[in-house]
């Protein structure tokens, strides 16, 4: 089940009530002054956990956190095995995902996925059918776009996510519909890995995680289909490369997860989300 993380309140709101009505021995639903927590995450969605845990142990002095990074798919897996409490992740979980881990999925918001080049590239905007030309290998040289080759050196370097990254994902359904990406893609197992390939390989072209690139000195975003890639443009639904986060825990959350994601809902909670996600559901 998906849902919005500003409707889990009532829901909360409503076990409070009847835990009124319950024994006096039973517990209430709030967290234990020392509790920890083992949050999974996405590689694109990292900062977004450790901002949100961060906000929350300032609320709750006592908390203490554990942070295990894969991808979207491997993280949804783990979370079925029990090896996290909750985990942030950046794709849709499919239905069986979400059976098979007795899970709940709230979504957070959206993030934008950005294609990166060098600065030194005069490359600004791009449409998708290029972008797909390129990642296919159909355009392997900066010249076939009339460009001047960045850094002197004409080759196109393809980079790509692996398969179960959820902007890999983005990048199939949104740009590649279908096609091949090129035999002669590097693999960059994390959005820092690309970062860091693109701002010293003047030739090549990623993406990264919006939240990521965090206004990367060192590499530019461009342009799609006439959107500019901004903050403000994911918000409004112009730009066109979005992966949507979401926070997965147990149908049945013990009272401490109760109390993070009721956190999540509130003021400081969306407050610390919005610092990293570009666009967050209406409260």
Partial sequence: MTIHITRVLAII????????????CRATPTPLPN??????SADSTQYIAR??????????PGATFDFFTTNSTMSLRQFAFGQ??????????????????????????????????HPSNPLQHIT????????SGEIYRWSQLNLEPP?????????????????????????????????????????????????????SIGYVAANIWDNNAHTRPLGIDGSTPARESIA????????????????????????FVEFLAS?????????????????
């Fill in 13 to 24: 709101s409503l076990i409070l009530l009847l835990s009124l009505f319950a024994p006096a």
């Fill in 267 to 283: 003021d400081d909670g969306r407050a610390a989300l919005y610092r990293r996600i570009s666009a967050l559901p209406p409260k």
């Fill in 35 to 40: 509790v920890h927590f083992r949050i999974g």
């Fill in 151 to 203: 850094g002197g050196q004409d080759s196109i370097q393809v980079l790509v996510r692996e398969d179960g990254s959820g902007m890999r994902a983005v990048i199939e359904e949104k740009i590649m519909r279908g096609a091949r990406t090129t035999p002669t893609a590097l693999l960059q197992p994390t959005n820092l890995d690309m970062l860091d390939y693109v701002s010293e390989h003047p030739n």
């Fill in 84 to 117: 996290y409490d909750l985990t942030f992740v950046e794709r849709n979980p499919r239905a069986d995902e979400l059976e098979r881990a007795r899970a709940t999925a709230f979504e957070l918001g959206r993030d934008g996925v950005y294609v990166i080049v």
């Fill in 51 to 60: 901002e949100a845990a961060a906000a929350y142990r300032r609320a709750h």
């Fill in 128 to 135: 998708r059918d290029d972008l797909r030309k390129i990642l």
């Fill in 236 to 259: 409004a639904g112009t730009y066109p490369l979005v992966q949507t986060v979401f926070l997965i825990v147990p149908q049945t959350p013990n009272p401490n997860v109760n109390s």
